[in-house]
Nanobody
Framework: QVQLVESGGGLVQPGGSLRLSCAASGSIVSINVMGWYRQAPGNKRELVAAATGGTMRSTNYADSVKGRFTISRDYSKNTVYLQMSSLKPEDTAVYYC???????????????????WGQGTQVTVSS
């Protein structure tokens, strides 16, 4: 099995910064995409940022966070980070880490295509 453990959430004032971390552990061979989603009360879960691995590594961001948030991955540690700056009250939400296109070790050999979610970490931006 694979577990995603997030950390780094909390309360911050508008204009402040936070750094979220998500570490994946378990019988992992590789992870294609690691990303961050968020869900505010009454809203649907939405993509914040994602980082795609492989030979053509890339990142993509929601328009609402471009220029303020930066996603990065440590491929050796199966960890993804989200550096959030210039935070606004509308960034308040539960932030979830997602690992997509995960290849895991099984008794039958590597199996791919798995998706895993973290438990979520609260980010509150308020004065």
């Amino acid at each position: 099995q694979v577990q995603l453990v997030e950390s780094g959430g909390g309360l911050v004032q508008p204009g402040g910064s936070l750094r979220l971390s998500c570490a994946a552990s378990g019988s992992i061979v590789s992870i294609n995409v690691m990303g961050w989603y968020r869900q505010a009360p009454g809203n649907k879960r939405e993509l914040v940022a994602a980082a795609t691995g492989g030979t053509m590594r890339s990142t993509n961001y929601a328009d609402s966070v471009k220029g303020r948030f930066t996603i990065s991955r440590d491929y050796s540690k199966n960890t993804v980070y989200l550096q959030m700056s210039s935070l606004k009250p509308e960034d308040t939400a539960v932030y979830y880490c997602k690992a997509d296109g995960v290849t895991v070790r099984t008794a039958w050999g590597p199996q791919n295509g798995y998706v895993y979610w973290g438990q979520g970490t609260q980010v509150t931006v308020s004065s």
